[in-house]
């Protein structure tokens, strides 16, 4: 037989009926003991929370900055002609898409301005940021009633700086207070915990104890509790660092505002109680008013922070029972949330710490590791070998990976990505191999300005050396494609997924017995299954095409189907699409591109040769420069 669902006053209510007053009484006044401590709790876990929220925030504005400021100082042009018409473009070009930028500068060794360049604001204004002394390499700067982020990077092959102004309005609005409750603040500090924004504009310094200061100065990670104010009262708060600048967000709230919810939600169940002796009715009337209501406003103000905060229930929790099973449900995934942030960093491979996930996908992942060891970083690429995988499909992956690995971790070529360590646990394949900073082609591709001939020639050079070294060694790679070519923020070109990238594309781009991706496939492999050397001459073609096509790529569809049938067909030469691609690049792609393997040329020695000679001749250059990230 089914109960109707009864909610809390229809609880009470019964209680009342059945049990009497003196249990009641004895239960509440249990209760409202066990609700201030949970309450404190909640308040601190709820400051952890808004805490990282608002350092989070603070991080994704700041990042681009710093990443533009850093991309200019390592620009041969800026190091050597900044003052040039090229100087002056490329540092308007550096304002362009990043949000509330004003102006940029360079300053010689004595700080004389250089150049300057300014597309917005005031110019006395601008003038007055710049003229400011920054203390460290960022800093905030407030005036004429605005503040502003100044952002310093010393030049690295000149003697000089790059200085970037960003208009930091928005820093305020990160610090809202609204979701955590009455009395609460939030600051943002600097790394020698001067205060920088915050919630309300009088704030000040000494609203917060020098304890938590402290713990937010010297923490590398996040922390909360219970801190004693200037004149010895308790204080609830949190700090959560902002990335690596050294900057920290903190939280306070005076710990009276829990205790007086507390006893107001003490005095209310008793009041309850006392009335129920003269009419039950009654009793549940005001026990609505004085629990049932400000437990559900609590659940509301819970949501609420939820939503904000991008904290969401488990996937397949037991949906909670009434409005005490919602409040519990609400609290445990903001604690089980908090703990998986502080747990991953405990998580290992092997002997290998994982640090970030830095990309996931059907068949495996990518994490950012550290070898304790070796006291290095390292990328930790993982196969996830499921308990749905046949034990035999399983065995040939494994053995396949670990002799692809042994073969690949033979080259010493510095355009392939080293491989450190190979290891199957019964969870995961995985390999530790060199972690390049920086991103891969394909995401490059995606973003504004597109790369030109200057780039595309000398970075193409190094990838057909890095597959010589491979065909040399008796390697094909089979999956010759933007997603395998990473450019590292040093000025490294490094290709990746020798073996592994076969692996994968197994099981997520099989057609036909066919193995790599299609798009980058020759007509052969499509057709027969053949595939050698110049099969890598063709997907390092149709890589080419895809850089100078503006990111369009050579072999086009939207199915696996659509794909195999465009293979099949003649490639558009890039002339015919743009007059800037010049006629040898049309020919030499063109030629890699050839729909019979024997009418390609025949050797990654001979394309390597010929686009060094080609980059050589025009004096271009690979450099940490052409990594940089604008949005799109």
Sequence with gaps: MAFP?????????????????????????????????????QVIQTHAVAARTAADRTEAFIAPALDRALDLAYNAIINTKPASPEGSALLSASLQGLNGGLAVQVRNSAGGVVVAVQVRGSSELVERVLQTKAPRRIGLVNDDGHTYLRVSEPLREA?????????????????????????????????????????SPDLSPGAFPAELLAAGRAGRTAGSGRYVGLSGEQILGAFAPVGDTGWFVASRQPSLVA??????????????????????????????????????????AQRRLMKTSLVHPARGSRPPRGEIGELAAAFETIEKRIQDQEALGEVFLGRYQVVKLLGAGAMGSVFRGYDPKLQRGVALKTIRLGVNLPETERHHLVARLLKEAVTVAKFNHPNIVEIYDVEDTPDAAFIAMQLVEGTSLDQRLLRLPPLGLESIVPMGARVARALEAAHAAGIVHQDVKPTNVLLGRDGSVKVTDFGIAELVSTLENRTDGVWGTLGYLPPETVTDGLYDERGDVFGLGALLYECLNGGRPAIKGATAEELAASTMRPILPLRAQSQTVPRWMDDLVMEMLAQSRDQRMKTMSDIANE???RAAANGWQWTAARVAEVPA
């Design 159 to 199: 003697e000089g700086t790059v200085e970037l102004v960003i208009d930091a309005t928005p820093l305020s609005a990160f610090l809202g207070s609204r979701e955590i409750g009455e009395e609460a603040v939030l600051g943002l500090f600097d790394p020698l915990a001067a205060l920088v924004a915050g919630s």
């Design 5 to 41: 669902k009864v909610g809390l006053l229809g609880r009470i209510v019964l209680a009342l009926a059945l049990v009497g007053l003196a249990p009641l009484a004895m239960l509440a006044w249990q209760l409202s003991g066990e609700n201030r401590v949970a309450l404190t709790d």
């Design 611 to 613: 686009l060094e000679g």
């Design 259 to 300: 205790d007086r919810f507390s006893e107001r939600l003490r005095r209310r169940s008793f009041i309850a109680v006392g009335i129920s002796v003269g009419l039950v009715g009654l009793v549940g009337f005001l026990a609505y008013t004085s629990l049932v209501r400000p437990v559900r406003e609590l659940i509301d």
